[in-house]
């Protein structure tokens, strides 16, 4: 965790997916100011203008630092719902993040300690409102970070 002047409204980081390119498109055309991060989003010109590169580890660490809401999509390439390391990541760095709706997730987080999104819609409504909501997105990712500290001290024990 690094204290950071939150400047970036909305990151996403990783590769452009289908399902991601799809969710990044409706973000943009809906007015979110979503900056993106990570090999391959060269290819598609309709994000030059949000693509940031690709990033090494303390980059990585910075910009989710300096992120309102990280946007943690675990679909992978078929479209299929998995545990992603990235989201423990987040919760690691005290990061506020939204991630697609995955019964799996609430084995290790409770519902004030991650927030989820069904599909398109949800995820721009939940983005609007967290926007608006600092105090709440910044204790729910306090939570979402003492949780993980909590459970890996008591497997350590």
């Given at each position: 965790?690094?204290?950071?002047?939150?400047?970036?409204?909305?990151?996403?980081?990783?590769?452009?997916?289908?399902?991601?390119?799809?969710?990044?498109?409706?973000?943009?055309?809906?007015?979110?100011?979503?900056?993106?991060?990570?090999?391959g989003w060269h290819d598609y010109s309709e994000f030059r203008a949000y693509y940031?590169?690709?990033?090494?580890?303390?980059?990585?660490?910075?910009?989710?630092?300096?992120?309102?809401?990280?946007?943690?999509?675990?679909?992978?390439?078929?479209?299929?719902?998995?545990?992603?390391?990235?989201?423990?990541?987040?919760?690691?760095?005290?990061?506020?993040?939204?991630?697609?709706?995955?019964?799996?997730?609430?084995?290790?987080?409770?519902?004030?300690?991650?927030?989820m999104f069904r599909d398109e819609k949800d995820l721009l409504k939940k983005i609007?409102?967290?926007?608006?909501?600092?105090?709440?997105?910044?204790?729910?990712?306090?939570?979402?970070?003492?949780?993980?500290?909590?459970?890996?001290?008591?497997?350590?024990?």
């Amino acid at each position: 965790y690094l204290e950071a002047k939150k400047d970036i409204d909305v990151s996403f980081i990783g590769a452009p997916l289908d399902s991601r390119v799809r969710l990044l498109r409706f973000l943009i055309k809906n007015n979110i100011d979503v900056k993106i991060w990570g090999e391959g989003w060269h290819d598609y010109s309709e994000f030059r203008a949000y693509y940031g590169g690709h990033l090494n580890r303390k980059d990585f660490i910075r910009i989710v630092n300096r992120t309102k809401i990280n946007l943690s999509f675990t679909r992978n390439k078929y479209n299929g719902l998995h545990i992603k390391g990235r989201t423990f990541d987040l919760a690691g760095c005290r990061a506020f993040q939204l991630v697609d709706f995955y019964d799996e997730y609430q084995k290790y987080f409770k519902n004030d300690e991650l927030v989820m999104f069904r599909d398109e819609k949800d995820l721009l409504k939940k983005i609007r409102y967290y926007l608006k909501n600092e105090k709440e997105r910044e204790t729910i990712a306090k939570k979402s970070s003492f949780c993980l500290f909590k459970k890996f001290s008591r497997e350590r024990s």
